[in-house]
């Protein structure tokens, strides 16, 4: 990709030399175009995984080699800019590029030769890989926070090598061409197991995987081995047809596991799976899992398989852990629940106990009878009955379909998942199009055809208006959540809600990602849903079509329900997740921390982030550092405000240099610099009082270069601006923030933009990100296209009129002057949305007539 | 319900080797009352068109065996009334212009927006409608 900057001086500065400055800073802005271009094609890539258009997968390769080109070029381009300092960022790269064009081109990715692979890297898009049962408690425990038992997945790769290396492919194929009695049959296949050695390679690993998962969880003595075969839980269902072992001693894992991979041979595995498959179809994965002290456990049906209880649950409950419930072996108390909160019981079946058997801790001992046994005391109290309720809604959304859940409480009370797979129900007929048509023609549409696609999706129930300050425990679960901000605040609402509908927002944001996470359905930035849609109100979403309808249409829900595959499970889909996972997300958060270096760059995000904070300090330290830049002149500019800023000219920024060094603001030439300044110097914004300062922020300040503690706000830091007459780019400590302004402003709006970074403040994380979602708000209605990444933003607007951008720059400066003053002095949050309010509606005031964005 | 001028439902044929492709279309027109038919390849897909036509045909460019191309002459062939769209990953002026020439109604870019293939839809229809009604004055 060629540079689209346009020219900003004649490099010569104003004395009329040669600028060593001109060609690093060049450099500097490439970087910046660079950043902007890849957060664009990842935005991109976001919007199609939300589901704002149909693509292929040319287009997922497509984007993979253009994203990968612009990162190399990033870190080509800091390299030149730092004296090859940073080098090993191409390594890492190198490696993020790899993984990325094999899952492009629809290869199994980094993990396919992993031998064991531990819960806490696993997702349900792993499952070619660990098996369905292993994959979907990753994603549980790593996407839906609930929690399972913690353990590792023995790989299909493992099962492969552990099957060829003791030849049993062909050893089972011999067995099963001769007739036999079953006895005997079972009798060799145990044999044939047993006298198979588990390859030492698979040994070691497991036996490593075993170790560490002992360390991490301490009290752990007991494992079970359990079946987790690639297939299993989906297209067919194979419960209770392989074999899971439990209670094994951390020494005897690899028989359990040789076991468990007899039992996948067996003869009633066998005759269900047809003997056409072929062996090496369907590969047996096994979990490797602490075992569960259970208080109480039992299976939860989201979806009661009854004819006429479609919108009942159902949960079974026995005391301790009931591995005959699933089997069907044991009784147990039974409980039938609504499917809509506040999830009432409408029947319930509790059985009678023996009187020597103990019963959990909280359950009432009834009357022992005549037969020797208790009369009915329920183990589970009503509340539990409501969060096993809500897990079993929670888990259906996320799976998109009705599941089958095994959950067991432990001896400190959390609810614990231990399986949940695809309930085998017989599937509705899908309802008649000409019906659902007729009745869509005939609902009333509340919300038609605004916002924006976060969360592909159809969902109903009531609406609940809510705010970021909501005690999320008291949303209740499979409501429509309306909200003004789409504020990362609201995750734990989006993981209870039916649907979610906002005002303000983007499909590229923080929350947006949560609702796909959780398989939200979610519209974003519709603008007035919440004036249009009235609490209590019974509605039915359809994000694709991004309208809303009054009451419940049945036919969607059914059409919707009648899927056979849900639509986000489509491979295309599958292979845009795993790519997203190795390009989008951020671990390289906090630029003062010991683990911020290049060779951390887990994703390709990371490096941008990596890099760009790297050429900012470099373009920061520049002029102190670079003995040609050091003899430039740098001139202080003259402001009426605590801000020390020093300018570099390009060409044509500041007036000549008629010996008096220091520049009034008056006296500037670069249009963009006086822009800035009149909103940053607007006496209107300042507020010259000492800030108060609490303890928790002190401490939350920590981690941040002493100096920003020690110092006075005013001069943390150095604030240097580089101009040119249409040109102006400000790195600004204000305050305990870090903002860069780049901004190009001439006559032609083609070549206007303004870039706008802005990173930190002190004050407690939760209090940053709330503010940068304020900040992203006002930036939105300034007609910038804004980014968030935790506490980090970036903005952009560009090919806006000169006249605007003069009016766009002024309100940043006064934005970022007022942002310093609330953060420094901590105003409460609900101050601070009102101040932001305020603001916003000053500048709704001031682009009144503006053309549309 | 949409319907054509038999007030019958509208036929729509989706052919694309990319399941989402076909999965993602046939939400969306199911719903607003089209009978919508998807296939991942060609031959199977013709076949059920000359058990029951379509008046709409969605098809990819670019598929192994049959491409979007032939798909578009042999509906042609078949059933001149139906409206042919072509959508495709490999946006070429010149493959565009070939369509064009052989009858193609659109030639759509991937990645697109729904909206954008609803309104070519709803146009392709439009104009179908309207070449019958002129046929039948003329007649």
């Known amino acids: 990709m060629s540079s689209h900057l346009p020219p900003i001086g004649n490099g010569l500065s104003s004395a009329g030399e040669l600028s060593p400055l001109s060609q690093t800073f060049q450099q500097f802005r490439r970087i910046l ?12 890539l976001e919007r199609a995984l939300a589901g704002e258009f149909v693509f292929d997968n040319i287009f997922l390769q497509r984007s993979v080699t253009e994203i990968s080109e612009l990162v190399r070029e990033v870190i080509y381009t800091l390299n030149s800019l730092a004296g090859d300092r940073f080098l090993e960022l191409y390594d890492r790269f190198e490696a993020i590029r790899a993984n990325l064009q094999d899952l492009a081109g629809g290869g199994q990715g980094p993990y396919s030769n992993f031998l064991v692979l531990p819960y806490s890297l696993l997702n349900r898009d792993l499952d070619h890989l660990a098996g369905g049962k292993n994959a979907s408690l990753g994603e549980i425990r790593t996407s839906l926070a609930l929690k399972t038992p913690d353990g590792f997945a023995v790989t299909a790769r493992a099962y492969y ?44 690993a497991i036996t490593a995987q075993v170790n560490d998962l002992l360390k991490r969880t301490e009290q752990t003595t007991l494992l079970a081995v359990r079946s987790s075969a690639v297939g299993e839980d989906g297209e067919r269902s194979f419960a209770g047809q392989f074999f899971s072992q439990l209670g094994v001693a951390p020494t005897m894992v690899l028989p359990a596991y040789k076991k468990v991979m007899a039992a996948r041979f067996s003869l009633p595995v066998l005759a269900y799976l047809h003997a056409r498959t072929d062996c090496r179809e369907i590969p047996m994965a096994v979990g490797v899992q602490q075992m569960i002290s259970a208080r109480v456990s039992g299976i939860i049906y989201s979806r009661d398989p009854g004819p006429h209880s479609r919108d009942m649950l159902s949960i079974s409950a026995i005391a301790g852990l009931g591995a005959g419930l699933a089997a069907g072996r044991e009784d147990a108390d039974r409980y039938t ?102 009745e869509l023609r005939k609902a009333t549409v509340l919300i038609d055809n605004r916002g924006q696609i976060a969360q592909l999706g159809v969902a109903s129930g009531p609406v609940v208006l809510v705010t970021p300050e909501d005690d999320p425990a008291a949303f209740p679960a499979g409501a429509v959540a309306v909200c003004r901000v789409a504020s990362p605040q609201l995750s734990p609402i989006v993981r209870k809600a039916a649907a979610i509908i906002t005002d303000i927002g983007s499909p590229t944001g923080h929350l947006a990602t949560i609702a796909r996470e959780y398989r939200t359905p979610a519209l974003f930035g519709t603008g007035n849903a919440s004036r249009l849609l009235s609490a209590g109100l019974e509605v039915t979403v359809d994000v694709e079509e991004r309208r809303v309808y009054a009451g419940i249409v049945q036919g969607l829900m059914d059409m919707q329900a009648a899927e056979a595959e849900p639509y986000l499970d489509t491979p295309e889909l599958r292979i845009l997740r795993r790519l997203l996972r190795w390009i989008a997300p951020i671990h390289l958060l906090d630029p003062g921390a010991a683990e911020f270096r290049g060779s951390n760059c887990r994703t390709f995000h990371d490096i941008l982030r990596f890099c760009h904070e790297k050429a900012v300090d470099a373009l920061i330290h520049l002029h102190s550092s670079t003995t040609g830049i050091r003899n430039l002149a740098s001139r202080p500019l003259l402001l009426s405000v605590p801000i020390k800023i020093v300018a570099i000219d390009l060409g044509g920024g500041l007036p000549p240099d008629g010996g008096e060094r220091s520049v009034a603001p008056e006296q500037i030439r670069s249009r963009p610099l006086r822009a800035l300044l009149q909103g940053l110097c607007n006496e209107a914004v300042w507020d010259r009082e000492p800030a108060p300062f609490g303890l928790k922020d002190l401490l939350s300040g920590m981690t941040r270069p002493l100096t920003m503690l020690t110092s006075p706000p005013e001069y943390a830091g150095e604030n240097l601006a580089i101009v040119g007459a249409n040109y102006c780019n400000l790195s600004l400590r204000l305050g305990y923030h870090f903002n860069v302004i780049d901004a190009y402003l001439s006559a032609d709006p083609e070549d206007n933009y303004i870039y706008f970074r802005f990173v930190g403040g002190m004050a407690a994380q939760e209090k940053r990100f709330r503010r940068v979602t304020l900040i992203a708000a006002v930036l939105e209605s300034l007609f910038f296209k804004v980014d968030c990444q935790g506490d980090l933003l970036v903005a952009k607007a560009k090919m806006l009129a000169p006249e605007h951008m003069d009016a766009i720059l002024a309100r940043l400066g006064e934005l970022i002057a007022f942002t310093r003053q609330l953060d420094v002095r901590l105003v409460d949050d609900s101050t601070a949305a009102l101040f932001y309010g305020r603001f916003q509606a000053q500048i709704r005031d001031a682009t009144a007539g503006w053309p549309e964005k | 319900m949409t319907v054509n001028d038999s007030n019958r439902p509208c036929r729509l044929l989706i052919i694309d080797d990319e399941p989402i492709v076909g999965k993602r279309l046939q939400q969306v027109f199911t719903k607003i009352g089209f009978e919508v038919e998807i296939f991942t390849s060609g031959p199977p897909a013709l076949e059920s068109m000359a058990k029951h036509p379509f008046d709409i045909v969605v098809t990819d460019l670019k598929m192994a065996g049959m491409d979007g191309i032939e798909v578009l002459a042999r509906v042609r062939a078949m059933n001149p009334e139906a409206r042919v769209i072509i959508i495709t990953g490999y946006a070429q002026p010149e493959t565009a212009s070939d369509a064009f020439e052989r009858g193609v109604f659109e030639f759509i870019v991937k990645p697109f927006r729904l909206d954008q293939l609803k309104d070519v839809i709803i146009r392709a229809m439009a104009d179908r409608e309207l070449c019958r009604s002129r046929l039948n004055q003329d007649r």
């Open chain 1, 337 to 438: 629940v609504r499917r809509r909160y506040p999830f009432a019981v409408v029947a319930s079946r509790i059985i009678s106990r023996p009187t020597d058997q103990p019963l959990p801790e909280g359950a009432k001992p009834l009357a022992a009878q005549n037969s020797g046994l208790r009369r009915g005391s329920a183990v589970l109290p009503l509340p539990v009955l409501r969060t096993l309720a809500e897990i079993g809604l929670l888990l259906e959304k996320a799976f998109e379909k009705p599941q089958d859940i095994e959950w067991a409480i432990d001896q400190a009370g959390q609810v614990i998942i231990l399986q949940s797979r695809p309930l085998a129900l017989s599937p509705l007929p899908p309802p008649k199009t000409a019906a659902v048509a007729e």
């Open chain 1, 33 to 44: 175009e660079l950043n902007n271009a890849v957060i664009e094609k990842i935005a991109g």
């Open chain 1, 161 to 204: 090598l552990f099957m060829e290396e003791n030849d049993l492919f062909a050893k089972l194929a011999q067995l099963r061409s001769q007739t036999m009695p079953p006895a005997r049959y079972n009798e060799t296949l145990q044999r044939l197991f047993d006298e198979a050695v588990v390859p030492a390679p698979l040994a070691e």
